[in-house]
């Protein structure tokens, strides 16, 4: 599977683009360094609990990683 980058704005995962653009330059990479230095992260998903219970998805961030956080609706 292909790792996927991206930052988190409001909340809300924005993907990293394919061609990384830093002036006249371009580049095109899946390099995980290369997305570090433009402050891209790789995005870590986990799948819903399949409990039968609510749950709502939140992001945790760390320095080089957004992890998908499942949080359970309280009722």
Known sequence: ???K???LENDK???APNVLIDGER???TN???VYLKYGWKEIVP???PDD???YTLAFEET???ILYIWREVEV
Request: proline share 4%; charged share 20%.
């Open 1 to 3: 599977m292909n790792k």
């Open 63 to 65: 320095a080089t990683q």
């Open 46 to 48: 986990s799948p819903c």
């Open 52 to 54: 039968g219970k609510e």
């Open 13 to 15: 995962i924005v993907y």
């Open 5 to 7: 980058y991206g930052k």
């Open 31 to 33: 390099d995980a360094n």
């Open 26 to 28: 371009q580049t095109f």
